[in-house]
């Protein structure tokens, strides 16, 4: 049997593959990657594209818009994102979060109220403990 | 019979509210046992995640990014991840209580608070309360994507990167079973506990570009995950307790019908009864 190492694609929302290969191709950020088993260690940075998997049998495509791989002698594991990642689109991301929480809260005060927030929880819970007894006096 | 028509009309309406809340019931079962399957499916990512990070910081050890760095606390921040509608029990309302006693505690030490909102019925507490905040996500459904989150994190790690906050914290509704909840606020930057596991083989890896890059790709990935985790296991959380509680309104609606149901059959017996002692009292009369 030819020589194999263990494959994981795994991303922030669940497992997308694991199991043996004898080589794997990645789109490393400084160029494209082959990796057959007793690679040395080593991290990268993906770009976007095709992950292949060759198990000796088939190739398997994985297509992945970034991540992190990283290799160990007989272990291979993608770190996928399953979005597109780009300094200027997490900026605009970040941006248009930080626009929604102006938006939405226009007009209100800077300091957090505590006593305030105290008291109406005081009563919604005072209000769910009077419900509690009237549900045990009924039952009885 | 007086009054026998407006309990009738008061049961059909319990009636129809019944069968409200047990579908709601129904549907929320169904979505949780999906919720948990999708918290089970994020496991694996930062479980390798962090043995990555734990074999980068022991190579090593000159190096320390600032998220692993601690510092003296003046502003510390808390991204507060709530559910998007209400119907689930006291789970908003509970873990808001520990927030402010939370804040409460951090105030009495002179820090300052800011807040980064995740969900709807978080938003509406902070807008009734005010506080400072710095980004919000709201109306991320049933199945959140990770992109949807990516810009308020990087909101609160931006904050954090300028020394704006000294510490992050994350406050959401932890998983135990069906039944129970757990309010959680965990610290989230400076990373903790990543030192304590002991690798006693020094090897290194080779790093494209170079490590800096790598480490700090790989951290912000490893906290936008973690608080993936935490709104989706917020989610898993949010349909048990709704669950519970239409359960528990489906329950109570029944006993409202029966109750009613045995005022209604008294009114209407004794309708009847005062019909007949009507009628014999007229045809002794005659």
């Known amino acids: 049997m030819a020589m194999t190492i263990h494959v994981d694609i795994v991303s922030a929302e669940g497992a997308i593959h694991s199991g043996q290969a004898e080589m794997v191709y990645a789109p490393g950020v400084m160029g494209e990657l082959g990796i057959a088993p007793r690679h ?101 | 019979m007086a009054g026998a028509k407006e309990i009738r009309t008061k049961i059909a309406s319990i009636k129809n509210t019944q069968k409200i809340t047990s579908a709601m019931e129904m549907v929320a079962a169904a979505k949780m046992r999906k919720a948990q399957d999708r918290k089970n499916a994020t496991r694996p990512y930062a479980d390798k995640m962090r043995n990555v990070i734990g074999h980068l910081y022991h190579a090593h050890p000159e190096y320390t990014h600032t998220f692993m760095k601690e510092r003296d606390i003046s502003r510390v921040g808390y991204i507060v991840i709530s559910s998007d509608r209400g119907l689930c029990g006291g789970l908003n309302s509970n873990l808001f209580r520990k927030l ?50 990516i810009g308020t994190v990087k909101v609160m790690l931006d904050a954090y990167e300028q020394g704006e906050i000294d510490r992050i914290h994350v406050a959401y509704n932890g998983f135990v079973n069906t039944m129970t909840q757990n309010p959680t606020i965990e610290q989230l930057v400076p990373i903790i506990g990543e030192a304590d596991k002991e690798l006693k083989h020094h090897w290194d890896y080779l790093y494209e570009p170079d490590s800096k890059e790598v480490l700090d790709g790989l951290l912000t990935r490893y ?39 045995l005022v209604y059959n008294k009114a209407r017996q004794a309708a009847i009864t005062q019909e007949i002692s009507e009628i014999v ?6």
């Open chain 1, 40 to 140: 040395t260690p080593l991290v990268t940075r993906l770009k976007p594209g095709d992950v292949r998997v060759d198990t000796g049998k088939e190739m398997l495509h994985f297509y992945v818009s970034g991540g992190i791989l990283e290799v160990q002698p007989h272990i291979v594991t993608v770190l996928a994102d399953t979005a597109i990642r780009a300094t200027d689109l997490d900026e605009a991301a970040a941006i248009e979060a930080k626009r929604k929480a102006e938006e939405a809260l226009a007009g209100q005060k800077e300091e957090f109220e505590y006593a305030k927030a105290q008291a109406e929880l005081a009563e919604a819970v005072a209000q769910l403990r009077a419900i509690e007894k009237l549900r045990k006096i009924k039952k009885s």
């Open chain 2, 223 to 261: 906290i936008e995950s973690l608080v993936y985790q935490s709104v989706v296991e917020n989610g898993a959380c949010e349909q048990s307790a709704r669950m519970v509680a239409m359960k528990a309104a489906t329950d109570n609606a029944g006993n409202l019908i029966d109750e009613l149901q």
């Open chain 2, 281 to 286: 009292a007229g045809a002794a009369a005659v």
């Open chain 2, 100 to 149: 402010t006693r939370e804040i409460k505690k951090q105030q009495e030490a002179g820090i300052q608070v800011d807040f980064c909102i995740i969900g709807s019925k978080a938003l509406g507490f902070f807008k009734r309360f005010g506080g400072k905040v710095l980004a919000q996500a709201t109306h991320l459904g049933d199945a959140p994507r990770i992109d949807q989150l």
